[in-house]
């Protein structure tokens, strides 16, 4: 078997996390069970391109139990947690002499040039036969299949821009090394039924694409599953904001001014969280309606311009670019600390950062750095940029992720076997799979849930075995 991952001696302190993982995956573990005997998912080759934690391992597992053949990389260069990624490989009946698991490609602190390198490993199989799936998260390895289609279609790889980005620079790098004759990626691509993608910012670039006519295999949008972005984006992020703060700095939080940038589900999940901290928050939007929300929660609602100069930890949560630039890091509090939980670290400009003339970055342990301005002030930068929660803690606990990765098994599994009830195009799952996933993770929380008399069904105009709410609904 071919992998690469940081040390497999790790293997068996992976494996007792994945046991205890197991018990708070109520989710996966159903799934497993009703799937035993169909295995749905035989002949499935999965390509996984997802944060390859303890969480994660019971998700590759799971889709194995069901018949899958898989390949795993992270999709961040900083989120695998290196006994879970040894654990997956050496398998539940390998050993570390004989690894009898899936082939991981994935460490913590990978290079960009070694985070490409992993993804295109999990793309080419061993005998050219597969993936015949993707399961993304951010859309990545969609990416990649995507340029290669479109380059080979060109006949050229284009040259980047002198302000093209460090990791466009790397991307086409490998893909000229890779487009050709042989049209790898198109070959690639007209084996791949489908892909399931976890993510708001990958769920984002799936209807670009559809929307640009560029789009080459149907998409399972997993994220807008309400028990995933609900759940998963609010309630883990209200958990993992706060692991991933305490990790790097153990700062105290009660009493400290934070800004939380964006008040969507992340940004609700984070300022929630360090208001329970103590924490005086101040929320900053471009959406009205998000707006009003966060001040009908009680929270300052201003720009970030306002508040630049006095907030001692800053969050951005948006998924989009630039929020935080070099000019707001250079006005900041000694020792503020600026972060990102979004999918990808252009929310902080780090290169407009790297770039002041004579700013100087120390690194304090990995992922955590301070980088000090010509005047002698510092700031405090998490994960160099990245998604905090995953790169200075380990992110979200197993029971939220159960249900986000619940949704993922259900996608995998709708869109492998029923390919030909999906065209080209980004669907969501039925709301009935949706309240499947719900009801799952009721009974190991002690949930007595009331049902519907056939009369009260009838009044409100559902069935009593559901969909208890229309698709307009919001929750
Ligand atoms: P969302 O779309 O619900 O929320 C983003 C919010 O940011 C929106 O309300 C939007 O109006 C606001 N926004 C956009 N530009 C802004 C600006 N310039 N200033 C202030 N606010 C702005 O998205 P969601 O689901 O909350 O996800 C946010 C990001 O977090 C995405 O990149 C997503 O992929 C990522 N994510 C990360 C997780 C993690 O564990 N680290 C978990 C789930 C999602």
Same mark, same amino acid.
């Given at each position: 078997m071919d992998f690469k991952v940081a040390d497999l001696s790790l293997a068996d302190f992976g494996r007792k996390e994945i046991q205890l993982a197991e018990h708070e995956m109520p989710g996966l573990m159903a799934i497993r069970k009703e799937y035993a005997e169909a295995q749905p998912l035989a002949g499935a080759k999965i390509m996984g391109s997802l944060h390859m934690t303890i969480q994660t391992a019971v998700l590759i597992e799971t889709l194995v139990a069901l018949g899958a053949e898989v390949r795993w990389v992270s999709?961040?260069?900083?989120?695998?947690q290196d006994h879970a990624a040894a654990a997956v490989v050496v398998? @539940?009946?390998?050993?570390?002499?004989d690894p009898q698991g899936v082939p991981v490609f994935a460490w913590k602190g990978e290079t960009l040039e070694e985070y490409w390198w992993c993804t295109e490993q999990a793309l080419v199989w061993p005998g050219g036969d597969? @993936?015949?799936m993707i399961l993304d998260d951010g859309g990545d390895a969609t990416l990649l299949v995507h340029k290669g289609v479109e380059y080979e279609k060109a006949g050229a790889v284009p040259s980047a821009g002198e302000d093209d980005a460090e990791e466009w620079k790397i991307i086409l790098d490998l893909l000229r090394r890779t487009?050709? @004759?042989?049209k790898k990626w198109t070959e690639i691509a007209s084996r791949i039924k489908g892909v399931t993608e976890e993510t708001t910012t990958g769920v984002h670039r799936l209807y670009e694409m559809f929307k640009a006519g560029s789009l080459l295999f149907p998409a399972i949008n997993v994220n807008d599953s309400v028990t995933k972005s609900k759940f998963d984006n609010k309630y883990g992020c209200r958990h993992s904001v706060i692991d991933g703060l305490n990790r790097a700095t153990d700062v105290l939080i009660g009493g400290k001014v934070a800004v939380v940038a964006g008040y969507g589900d992340v940004g609700k999940g984070c300022a929630d969280a360090l208001k329970g901290q103590g924490a005086r928050v101040i929320v900053t939007e471009i959406d009205p309606i998000c707006a009003l929300q966060a001040a009908m929660d009680g929270f300052q609602v201003t720009t970030l311009e306002e508040v630049v100069g006095i907030a001692d930890i800053f969050v951005t949560t948006t998924g989009n670019f630039d929020i935080i630039t070099a000019d707001h890091m250079s006005k900041m509090k000694h020792n503020a600390i600026v972060s990102n939980i979004g999918h990808f670290d252009n929310e902080i400009d780090m290169a407009g950062l790297a770039r002041i003339p004579g700013i100087v970055k120390t690194e304090i342990k990995p992922q955590v750095h301070t980088w000090t301005f010509p005047d002698g002030h510092q700031i405090l930068v998490l994960a160099e940029g990245r998604l905090m929660n995953l790169g200075c803690a380990t992110g979200h606990p197993s029971f939220v992720m159960s249900n986000s990765f619940t949704n993922q098994v259900i996608a995998q599994i709708e869109l492998f076997t029923k390919?030909?009830?999906? @065209?080209v195009g980004v669907y969501v799952l039925p709301k009935h799979l949706d309240e499947k996933v719900a009801r799952l993770h009721l009974d190991a929380l002690g949930v007595k849930l009331t049902t519907l008399t056939k009369a009260q069904a009838e009044y409100i105009g559902v069935d009593v075995e559901g969909p208890y709410k229309a698709d307009h609904y919001r929750y």
């Open positions: 999709c961040n260069i900083f989120s695998t398998g @539940p009946n390998g050993t570390v002499d597969g @993936p015949n487009v050709g @004759p042989d390919t030909e009830q999906y @065209p």
